[in-house]
């Protein structure tokens, strides 16, 4: 009885050591998005140099709408409906074999990612620094939030399929095609789109601390490795500054619009990094999906039984 004792009560010291870690990940991590999140904004949205820098990349992705527009603009609208009907059928498939709480979750995550760029797409100011194209406040894309969220609710209901990992790399590939589109097809800014990928990662901190990931070793790399999001906006920034000295305006526009997209898809990849782990069944949230721990081996013949 003594030893079960001490059993339980070693346990349940592990089990409040790993909670106490995991809030603390969970509060790195957000905080990190959060200042991510207010880098963004003050750098491209607040100041003359980011609206100058977005209203110039659209010259620059001339070169790819005025060919092929109509194909951009379809594949912003077309990823989201794709995204969609694969969370609608995964959702479906999770809810026939009773992983409500993942679906609850996915939701969740969907909703408030939605929701909250709106909100803020109305409660923060665009400053009026200049002429530089239309005065209208976009930031951020609620477009990209719809499908990036959508994109993380695929992986967070699909945490026990041996493909899930495929799978969400595809979901989250779409994801940043729609980004890409959104600003090529000039119906958002660059910065929209960033912000919006960070508002995500907000949201998927929150909705999912109690999930592992590689931040729980290195607490400190969660917030840190956020602010890489703007550390390479503004790399970006000043590459495009310097590209006005390039004679031939066609490979100008080739370096910065492909700039933006590579940067579109690396801060995708580098949210999602830096997020919850999204497809480890031992973190999933609905307790009938976890894996069954296997039974211990009998003890052999012999052998001396724990004292009481």
């Known amino acids: 009885m003594r030893h079960a004792g001490r059993v ?72 989201v409906v794709v995204l969609a009907l694969a969370a609608s ?29 709106e909100a803020l797409k109305r409660i923060l100011p665009r400053p009026d620094l200049g002429d530089h194209g239309y005065a209208d406040n976009t930031f951020p894309s609620g477009h990209m939030a719809i499908a ?6 695929v992986a967070i209901m699909l945490t026990r399929a041996r493909w899930a990992r495929v799978v969400t790399f595809l979901a989250l590939l779409i994801a940043g095609i729609v980004g890409c589109a959104s600003f090529v097809s000039y119906a958002h800014r660059p910065s929209d ?19 592992s990931s590689a931040g729980r070793r290195h607490p400190v790399l969660a917030a840190a490795a956020a602010a890489a999001v703007c550390v390479v906006a503004g790399a970006v920034a000043a590459a495009a500054g310097g590209l006005v000295a390039v004679a031939d305006p066609t490979g100008q526009r080739l370096i910065v619009s492909g700039g933006w997209v590579l940067l579109t898809l690396a801060s995708t990849a580098l949210v999602i990094a830096l997020a919850p782990d999204l497809t480890d069944p031992r973190t999933d949230p609905d307790p009938r999906s976890r894996q069954k721990p296997r039974p211990a081996r009998p003890a052999a013949p012999g052998a001396v039984p724990p004292p009481d």
């Open 89 to 117: 059928v995964v959702g479906v498939v999770a809810l026939a074999r009773r992983k409500w709480r993942s679906v609850v979750t996915a939701g969740i995550v969907v909703a408030v990612s939605f929701l909250g760029s």
């Open 8 to 79: 339980t009560g070693t346990r349940g010291g592990a089990e409040s050591a790993a909670s106490g870690r995991r809030i603390t990940v969970s509060v790195l991590r957000g905080a990190g998005f959060a200042g991510a999140f207010a880098a963004v904004y003050t750098l491209l949205i607040a100041s003359v140099g980011g609206q100058s820098l977005d209203a110039g990349s659209f010259g620059a992705f001339s070169i790819v709408n005025e060919p092929f527009g109509s194909v951009v603009g379809s594949l912003r609208t077309g990823g």
């Open 193 to 211: 789109v960033l912000g919006a990928e960070v508002v995500v990662g907000l949201v998927l901190s929150c909705v999912l601390w109690r999930r």
């Open 148 to 153: 990036l969220s959508l994109a993380t609710a």
